[in-house]
């Protein structure tokens, strides 16, 4: 235990080095890598701002119930009660003389509805609920369904089923992005760790001459690695907060000529983290394919 | 501790270097190996290390056929050699000290007791002042000093040495073999590849020949 947390510090020091002793390039590497992921993450930004919008300024979805038409006042005011006692709900009863009122303000439809013997429209409610989980609101609404004197319901969700597949769509294509984006840092680290290989050959054939594992001689490319997607997801979050702060101003701007506050929200402390985290995961990975490569190609016995 | 059986070593292009070579070497050995320029002596040290394999024959260290050794054994086993190389092999972009120090660090020595070994090996070779130098700013006899130094400082049991003498005046040649009987009298394997006669005359030891790819057992 105490060998490996040794060659593991000395790997880690020499990693270290290797980056300071490289600065400008090593630098200017982990700012292509950050440019290359500040996109999908912009992305992802705008993305979830949008969901985030869309939560604090709902278009409550609303379900409507129709009753039957023989519906007594009694039953009407039964369902009423029962519509009442749903916590949260705020309930709106239309009667069916109020809804033909409403019609008749069409007077193409009030020529109908004047054609027509009696007043075809029944009692009915709208029902108002704080549920943006459009599988819930259905659910919902077959159990009111069931209900007595309740003839037909219908959500009106529409639009939060459009915005809830934008909001998807917009995430799907942040992870497509991300996804390519990454392939491209991991291609990038790839090289860098290879041309790193390349200018210390002598260093690794002098290493497995006096007895060093694959293990050993990996273990300083892995931590570079590691260190530079590290550094390139840093830059990418600097960028990208950097984005955030200039388009939250213009955007103040632009909500106040409205009359309403927008603000954009950054990315939260455990996104920024799990970015870290991947973007060193990234540069591990890259790292160790290449170090593979690299002992699989070995042609000499050394 | 070190058994060639019926060796052949021949390189691409049909160049014969050994021709059924076979050899003991006992622990504790101080073996000179003697021959003109391309007469095999590195490829035999290197048939030793593992760094090379025969084309025919087997070379085994303590019972072990290198031929049939596993790729992953091989550096545990190269951990028991020091290996002084003809071209030195030094890493340039590393001090003096680094240099000596990659055996230990390769081992997994702890940190604290690095810097004293370091520098009873550097002391060994009358490098001590200039532990913090680059390999650059040291002349060639020095740079072979420091290439001793690197393959004696993890106390190896069996030391390899290609040509040891090759860029030393006659005094640090003569206080280099000093050196490597030293160690032998403490118990190190040595093998010297030389055909420095003033180095071979100086140890009281076996003498082997390599003349036309075959190995002449010559008198001490």
Same mark, same amino acid.
């Given at each position: 235990?105490?060998v490996?947390? =040794?060659?593991?510090?000395?790997?880690?020091r020499?990693?270290l080095?290797?980056?300071?002793?490289?600065?400008?390039?090593?630098?200017?590497?982990?700012?292509?890598?950050?440019?290359?992921a500040?996109?999908?993450?912009?992305?992802?930004?705008?993305?979830?701002?949008?969901?985030?919008?869309?939560?604090?300024?709902?278009?409550?979805?609303?379900?409507?119930i129709y009753?039957?038409?023989?519906?007594?006042?009694?039953?009407?005011k039964?369902?009423?009660?029962r519509?009442?006692?749903?916590?949260?709900?705020?309930?709106?009863?239309?009667?069916?003389?109020e809804?033909?009122?409403?019609?008749?303000?069409?007077?193409?439809?009030?020529?109908?509805?004047?054609?027509?013997?009696?007043?075809?429209?029944?009692?009915?409610?709208t029902?108002?609920?704080?549920?943006?989980?459009?599988?819930?609101?259905?659910?919902?609404?077959?159990?009111?369904?069931?209900?007595?004197?309740?003839?037909?319901?219908?959500?009106?969700?529409?639009?939060?089923?459009?915005?809830?597949?934008?909001?998807?769509?917009g995430?799907?294509?942040? =992870?497509?992005?991300?996804?390519?984006?990454?392939?491209?840092m991991?291609?990038?680290?790839?090289?860098?760790?290879?041309?790193?290989?390349?200018?210390?050959?002598?260093?690794?054939?002098?290493?497995?001459?006096i007895?060093?594992?694959?293990?050993?001689?990996?273990?300083?490319?892995?931590?570079?690695?590691?260190?530079?997607?590290?550094?390139?997801?840093?830059?990418?979050?600097?960028?990208?907060?950097?984005?955030?702060?200039? =388009?939250?101003?213009?955007?103040?701007?632009?909500?106040?000529?409205?009359g309403?506050?927008?603000?954009l929200?950054?990315l939260?402390?455990g996104?920024?983290?799990?970015?870290?985290a991947?973007?060193?995961a990234?540069?591990?990975?890259? =790292?160790?394919?290449?170090?593979?490569?690299?002992?699989?190609?070995?042609?000499?016995?050394? | 501790?070190?058994?060639?059986?019926?060796?052949?070593?021949?390189y691409?292009?049909?160049?014969?270097?050994?021709?059924?070579?076979?050899?003991?070497?006992?622990?504790?050995?101080?073996?000179?190996?003697?021959?003109?320029?391309?007469?095999?002596?590195?490829?035999?040290?290197?048939?030793?290390?593992?760094?090379?394999?025969?084309?025919?024959?087997h070379?085994?260290?303590?019972?072990e056929?290198?031929?049939?050794?596993r790729?992953?054994?091989?550096?545990?086993?190269?951990?028991?050699?020091?290996?002084?190389?003809?071209?030195?092999?030094?890493?340039?972009?590393?001090?003096?000290?680094?240099?000596?120090?990659?055996?230990?660090?390769?081992?997994?020595?702890?940190?604290?007791?690095?810097?004293?070994?370091?520098?009873?090996?550097?002391?060994k070779?009358?490098?001590?002042?200039?532990?913090?130098?680059?390999?650059?700013?040291?002349?060639?006899?020095?740079?072979?000093?420091?290439?001793?130094?690197?393959?004696?400082?993890?106390?190896?049991?069996?030391?390899?040495?290609?040509?040891?003498t090759?860029n030393?005046?006659?005094?640090?040649?003569?206080?280099?073999?000093?050196?490597?009987?030293?160690?032998?009298?403490?118990?190190?394997?040595?093998?010297?590849?030389?055909?420095d006669?003033?180095?071979?005359?100086?140890?009281?030891?076996?003498?082997?020949?390599?003349?036309?790819?075959?190995?002449h057992?010559?008198?001490?």
């Amino acid at each position: 235990m105490k060998v490996w947390v =040794a060659a593991h510090r000395y790997a880690a020091r020499q990693a270290l080095a290797r980056y300071a002793r490289r600065l400008l390039a090593a630098s200017f590497e982990s700012a292509v890598l950050g440019l290359a992921a500040a996109l999908p993450l912009a992305f992802l930004v705008a993305v979830n701002n949008i969901a985030d919008f869309a939560a604090r300024h709902p278009a409550t979805p609303e379900i409507s119930i129709y009753l039957a038409l023989d519906a007594t006042p009694a039953e009407v005011k039964d369902v009423a009660e029962r519509l009442r006692r749903i916590e949260g709900a705020e309930v709106r009863f239309i009667s069916r003389t109020e809804a033909s009122k409403l019609l008749r303000r069409s007077a193409a439809l009030a020529d109908v509805l004047d054609a027509l013997p009696s007043n075809p429209l029944p009692d009915a409610f709208t029902l108002r609920l704080a549920i943006a989980d459009t599988h819930r609101l259905d659910a919902f609404r077959r159990e009111i369904a069931a209900w007595p004197r309740v003839d037909r319901t219908h959500v009106d969700s529409a639009w939060a089923q459009k915005l809830e597949a934008l909001v998807h769509a917009g995430r799907l294509a942040a =992870a497509c992005l991300g996804a390519l984006l990454g392939l491209g840092m991991l291609a990038v680290t790839f090289n860098t760790i290879r041309l790193q290989m390349l200018q210390r050959r002598d260093e690794i054939e002098v290493s497995r001459l006096i007895g060093a594992t694959e293990a050993f001689i990996r273990r300083p490319y892995l931590y570079f690695g590691a260190l530079q997607g590290f550094f390139g997801a840093a830059v990418a979050l600097a960028l990208v907060a950097a984005l955030d702060a200039i =388009a939250s101003q213009e955007l103040a701007a632009l909500s106040e000529s409205y009359g309403i506050i927008l603000e954009l929200q950054p990315l939260p402390v455990g996104t920024s983290g799990g970015v870290l985290a991947a973007g060193a995961a990234l540069g591990l990975a890259a =790292a160790w394919f290449c170090a593979a490569r690299a002992a699989r190609a070995r042609g000499l016995r050394i | 501790m070190i058994r060639f059986d019926r060796v052949g070593k021949r390189y691409p292009g049909g160049i014969e270097v050994l021709a059924r070579v076979s050899l003991e070497i006992a622990r504790g050995e101080l073996v000179v190996v003697t021959g003109p320029s391309g007469a095999g002596k590195s490829t035999l040290l290197n048939l030793m290390a593992g760094i090379e394999l025969p084309t025919v024959g087997h070379v085994a260290v303590n019972g072990e056929n290198l031929s049939r050794m596993r790729p992953r054994a091989l550096p545990y086993l190269r951990r028991q050699f020091g290996l002084v190389f003809q071209d030195h092999k030094l890493l340039y972009d590393r001090s003096v000290f680094d240099n000596v120090a990659l055996p230990l660090r390769i081992v997994g020595f702890d940190a604290a007791t690095i810097p004293g070994r370091v520098s009873a090996a550097l002391d060994k070779v009358g490098l001590l002042d200039r532990s913090r130098s680059p390999p650059i700013a040291l002349s060639g006899g020095e740079q072979q000093r420091l290439c001793i130094a690197r393959a004696i400082v993890h106390r190896p049991a069996i030391l390899l040495a290609d040509e040891p003498t090759a860029n030393l005046d006659p005094d640090y040649a003569a206080a280099i073999a000093d050196l490597l009987l030293s160690l032998n009298r403490a118990g190190v394997t040595v093998v010297i590849a030389t055909h420095d006669r003033a180095v071979s005359d100086r140890l009281p030891t076996r003498r082997i020949e390599l003349r036309a790819a075959r190995l002449h057992e010559a008198a001490a």
